[in-house]
């Protein structure tokens, strides 16, 4: 029931990813209207896709700490429940972010040793894609959380993103150490002693450069440096696609020009990742965009299900537990 374009958009991605990705999904939310959503699409309730009756939902507007208070049967916090009993090994929502980290954490509690869980984006960089984080769950940070999702971060892209030695960069104004604020220099001085590739502070103009694989940063940070970024990529798009104009279209190299647009968005559109997992929970919670479309919600679900396959939890408890002095 989570996203603008729920449930339809949620129950079409669904459907695709069961079909096209072999992947079993349980849909949350009021079990009528998922089954009307689900015969409206030509197709039946049955295994590998079922319904589990959840007869509230968290808007998108809502104070996430008083709908988890006030709404136990929210489809979030029944996603979250399935998973915490075993029934299902990994939550996908495209709903709102801070129900579905508050759900996730009541639910699963932290991996061992885990202050704060962070939510870990991948951005695309010229290099290919790093790890931000935290991109929104802990708008308030201490250095000691900063050197935690420094670790997580550096644990996540190898298992995740297969780079062997991730090199770490701390989101600041400047790249000498003395730059930034309190927490930002604390932290410097923390992650410098880290049994991580830190590479000290990193600019925000070498936000995308690829310098570094994991970019760490406070989720208010994140979360803005995040929009930001979406904001430019809708713009460039835009406006590439008002430079092409039809009379170049008509020419011979149309169709080149069209295929290395086509590329250009692929890489940089959210809704191909589909989502960002929150880093040390006890077990998966993965978090879609809140505009996401059908094909946003099938590879979201595609991206939690091949975490799940990746062990990814297990494996950051083991980086973590193996990790930190």
């Known amino acids: 029931m989570g996203g603008d374009l729920a449930p339809a958009a949620v129950v079409a991605g669904a459907i695709q990813a069961v079909k096209r990705r072999g992947v079993a999904v349980i849909l949350t939310g009021p079990a009528d209207l998922l089954r009307e959503q689900i015969e409206q699409a030509g197709e039946t309730v049955e295994w590998p896709l079922s319904i589990a009756d959840a007869p509230q939902a968290v808007a998108m507007d809502e104070s996430p700490l008083a709908a988890h208070r006030r709404k136990p049967g929210s489809s979030v916090r029944v996603a979250a429940g399935l998973v ?74 190898r298992l995740a993103l297969k780079v062997e030695h991730p090199k770490v960069g701390l989101l600041s104004i400047g790249e000498e150490a003395g730059k930034g604020n309190d927490l930002i220099r604390e932290a410097h001085a923390l992650l410098s002693k880290a049994p ?37 990529v809708e713009l460039a798009q835009e406006m590439v696609r008002e430079e092409l104009g039809v009379e170049l279209l008509s020419q011979i190299g149309g169709l080149l020009t069209r295929r290395a647009f086509a590329r250009f968005k692929q890489r940089l559109d959210y809704a191909e990742t589909g ?51």
């Open 84 to 157: 915490a009993r075993g029934v299902a090994d990994g939550l996908f929502s495209a709903g709102h972010t801070g129900a579905t980290f508050l759900a996730a954490r009541a639910a699963f509690g932290v991996a061992p040793g885990v202050v704060r869980p962070a939510l870990s984006v991948t951005v695309p960089t010229r290099a290919g894609a790093a790890i931000l984080l935290d991109a929104g769950a802990n708008l308030d940070c201490h250095p000691e959380h900063l050197l935690q999702f420094g670790i997580m971060g550096a644990a996540y892209a």
């Open 275 to 325: 989502g960002a997992p929150i880093l040390g929970l006890d077990r998966l919670a993965v978090v879609g965009h809140g505009r996401s479309t059908a094909q946003a919600v099938e590879n979201g679900i595609a991206t939690t299900a091949r975490l799940v396959e990746q062990r990814i939890v297990q494996g950051m408890a083991e980086a973590l537990s193996g990790g930190q002095r």
């Open 196 to 232: 991580i590739e830190f590479l000290g502070n990193l600019e925000a103009r070498e936000f995308f450069s690829g310098r570094a694989d994991v970019i760490v940063c406070d989720g208010f940070t994140g979360n803005i440096a995040l929009k930001v970024g979406e904001g430019l």
